[in-house]
């Protein structure tokens, strides 16, 4: 027990401060990816640090559930990537403790975690958010800092069109300025032209002062007459000025938005009252749909078939079709213009039918809308907490089958793995806030694929699997791709028994006669469909390779270094195939998905080629250890 515990604090003395490491490091790194979103509302305006630096901090905290999935998978790829790296996993199994026993302290770690996180997000996120929405749209709305450029037109002031040719960098003198002040319209617009001029701020930050120098201005004063269209001319002022300055409305203060704008959404909502949102949302949709039914169906089609003038009553008000007595008649007696009158009123009154159905729709859409969001939040709270456990149990078993520490391979997994996560998610989350799943499937889709993987490799991790051996993988692409291989045979010092070369003669004779009648039967290549009917794996080649394989073991007693030699020419030849192709219903399978069926089939014939030369070099090899052999006879 003793033992136990000590190696329970030596894996959590491991994982803790790689943890805290990786959470700082991701943090950092989604905090970046965040402000790359919004930089551009926030360069060039003039705000102060310590507002950014407030912002920062509520980013910070928000991004605090995202982060901690991530540095989870990271810090238990890289805390079981060293103990197996070092060897220490191997010794703790090799004394009985079970992988699932080591990695107990953190499974009850994350699981205090998982619910932290939680509580995290429903007590403090909601409140981040709301001030990191609120703060980023007053950063948003902030007027840009006053920067006039030369050669062309500036409209960041409000009402103001200012040109400016030329600029003086030490002084701030500003050369032949053209304003257009449309302060007051477009009709009553006015042109300034002045030789110089300068721009400041006032000192309350709310007006700016811009004193001209050697000028002229012109406005015009359109009459009544010209407005209506008559003939007429239009009067205008012109004025020569030395010195005037213009008070221009411009506030560059920073003003702190509403936050109560926030508070309404369902970012900035605890789980208490999300539930009571969904709830009283959910009971007045169910009443409006209630009251919209009766609307419908008794006050509109029952107004709409009373008969009046035809003197039919209705005898049924509960489905979308009134049965009216008498109207057969009533219609047959009118003629053409009642007949026209009757139908357009029927039209019109069918086309308000649909107009208010659209505007109860719309209205309904953005209630039901308004839930789904409620409910998105309410899953994704759930999920996220559960997904630091998920990562885990990807991590830590892919550390202990990879055996690889450091930052290098974990952080390439980690990534991979968590870009996958997010696009999953952002999938579900996107058919989810459409309506078109459920919201917890759409949420929740993400952890349930990551958690089979998880099993997955739980289950590979604890079996010792070599799933993720980089040897078995490139012998897998090898055969597949049927990449050659060599022989390399030396003289044996010590020969029990010597080859018997008149039965390897005959032998080698019926491998030639078999690999002609090999070569003869496929000079045409297969097509498509009779490729995948007829399965892979080919008889008469196996027992090429069989009969093969049989001559040089026997050979290989040989003493000779030239019968060795042209043993080494002899072809290795494999097929290559998957075994899970040798099943009918897979073949079945692929031949119906045509670009993986075409993949392996051209693959195939590729491969047929090189099978092909190499049933002709077994000939070749053949007749010449048969020479060679005569020789020594």
Known sequence: MALIKRLHLFVLEVFLPLLLATFGVCLFILLMQFLWRYVEYMVGKGIEMSVLAEMFFYIALSLVPTTLPLAVLLASLMTFGNLGEHFELLAMKSAGVSLIRVMRPIIVFL????GASFVFQNNIVPDTQAKMWTMLLSVKNKSPELEVPEGSFYKGIPGYNVYVKSKDKQTGILRNMMIYDLSKGFENTKVIVADSGSLKMSEDKLNLVLTLWNGESFESFPNREYRRGEKGSTPYGRETFSLKRILMTLDSNFNMEDESIMRNREISRNMTQLVEFVDSMGLKVDSIN???????TKRIYADAFRGRETGGEIRSAKSDTFAVGKWDDYFTLKNISDKRGLVERAKGK?????NDYNIESIQQADQLRR???HEIEIHKRFALSLACIVFFFIGGPLGAIVRKGGIGMPAVLSVILFVSYYTIDIFGLKMARQGIWP???GIWLSTFVLAALGIFLTYKAVNDSVVMNPDVWRDFFRRFFGKREVRNYQRREVIISTPDYARDIRKMEDLTHLC???MEKRKKWPGYY?????????NELQEIVSLEEDIVDDMRNSTENLILGKLMDYPIIKQGYPDFLDNKIVRHVCCILFPIGFAVYFISMYKRKYILQDVRMIVKVNGDLIKEISKEL
């Open 111 to 114: 699981l205090a975690l998982a």
């Open 439 to 441: 919201v917890w499937q």
């Open 371 to 373: 839930v789904r969001m």
């Open 350 to 354: 069918i086309e308000s039918i649909r």
């Open 516 to 518: 002609r009648n090999f």
């Open 530 to 538: 009779g490729f995948w009917k007829n399965g892979f794996w080919d």
């Open 290 to 296: 209630a009251r919209r039914e009766e609307y419908f």
